[in-house]
């Protein structure tokens, strides 16, 4: 079986020390195709576990890379070489850490890789005597392997993250482990979450493009963090919704649904700030919708182009239940099913009503969860001719 990146590096720090490098610390690290994360890397010192290192856009920001010896190895194309003891801590930002753990000697080696991604090595030293011309010849002989076989194992990586940014960490896995034929689905039973941003289409044509794409970059931090905080899955953003799934798994339907319920109480219940652009006031209002049922879950698309989504008839219910919320004025509703779940489990629900949906030949009645928890002291989001019935 092929070894992955860890313990190849780890192999490779022992192998070092074996041939005579007093190596107390080793670093390889990688540029990455992250939201999140600009560079990656993985750090070894004598018995310790491997350490994963991120380097994210606020530490970017916040001027570490300008005050750091990877710039310059990297600019340069040349090895920093770092004399610990003869270092003022100003001149480098990492310098006082890497005296902090009693290192003396330390060089960033750049290894710049054919498609012009970075990657760096980095060994460091506690001997006085820092690294000898003989130990620096091995790490030069060293480095062409080293960056092929990082380069190799880091895409693996990379390819996983630009794969979930777009979507989603599961069907990411599933692609890259080859479901990638049109057709390749699975049957999936899940709570269904469907959030809507109200008022979109008047918002677009009354803010310039850079700021509609901030108010919905605004919604989408308000709606989709306390999905995945709450095991949920983003499948995806389809203009001004959002489509999550959560898989109901061997605990059955009532752990999915409570796991919905608790992230749209936590998305509806955060105070959003209007949106002020050039005296246009956007006002950041959505409906949440909530069903439970059966997804065909995998590839549908044509030819070379596919799409890694859920589709189904309970799908579908989902987001004719989203509409309703528009509607009727509603800002959370849920189906019959995820309401008898919810009371179950304590939950309060009151009944909307059934209404006829486009594309569903009978009535779908919802029902309006937690009324008290959601809105205790303001407006409930209900509008006041609509006549809600308790049930149950």
Not at 12 to 27: E, N, V
Not at 38 to 43: F, M, N, S, T
Not at 96 to 118: N, S
Not at 209 to 217: D, G, L, P, Y
């Amino acid at each position: 079986m092929a070894l992955e990146l860890p313990a190849i590096i780890e192999g490779l720090a022992h192998r070092l020390i074996a041939i005579g490098l007093k190596l107390d610390r080793f670093t390889i690290s990688f540029g990455l195709l992250n939201p999140s994360l600009i560079a990656g890397g993985l750090v070894w010192r004598p018995e310790r576990e491997l350490e994963f290192s991120r380097y994210t856009y606020i530490s970017r920001n916040s001027g570490m890379y300008e005050r750091s010896p990877f710039k310059v190895a990297n600019e340069s194309g040349n090895w920093v070489e770092i004399d610990l003891d003869r270092t003022a801590d100003e001149q480098y930002g990492i310098v006082p850490d890497l005296k902090a753990e009693g290192l003396r000697y330390y060089i960033v080696i750049p290894m710049p890789t054919a498609m012009g991604r970075q990657m760096n090595i980095t060994v460091a030293t506690k001997a006085l005597e820092g690294f000898s011309e003989e130990q620096r010849s091995i790490l030069k002989s060293i480095i062409p392997a080293v960056r092929a076989t990082v380069e190799l194992k880091s895409l693996n990586v990379i390819l996983r993250d630009v794969l979930a940014a777009y979507v989603g960490r599961v069907p990411a896995r599933e692609i890259v482990n080859g479901t990638v034929h049109r057709g390749q689905t699975s049957e999936v039973r899940a709570a269904i979450l469907v959030a809507d941003l109200r008022s979109f289409t008047s918002i677009s044509t009354q803010l310039p493009v850079a700021a509609t794409a901030e108010v919905i970059n605004r919604y989408y931090d308000v709606v989709v963090p306390p999905i995945e905080q709450h095991g949920g899955e983003i499948l995806k953003f389809i203009g001004d919704a959002v489509l999550a799934i959560f898989p109901t798994g061997p605990s059955g339907d009532d752990s999915a649904v409570a796991a919905a319920l608790a992230a749209a109480r936590a998305a509806l219940s955060t105070e959003v700030e209007p949106f002020v652009s050039d005296g246009v006031v956007a006002n950041i209002k959505f409906g949440i919708a909530i069903h439970i049922g059966d997804a065909a879950y995998g590839n549908v698309g044509s030819g070379d182009r596919l799409d890694f989504t859920v589709i189904g008839r309970d799908v579908n219910i989902a987001s004719r239940i989203a509409a309703l919320c528009s509607r009727l004025g509603i800002d959370y509703l849920v189906s019959e099913p995820v309401a008898e779940i919810g009371r179950r489990h304590g939950h309060s629900m009151l009944s909307a009503g059934a209404h006829q949906v486009r594309g569903i030949a009978q009535p779908i009645p919802v029902y309006v969860p937690d009324l008290e928890i959601l809105h205790p002291e303001c407006d409930d989001g209900i509008p006041q001719d609509l006549v809600l019935m308790p049930t149950g």
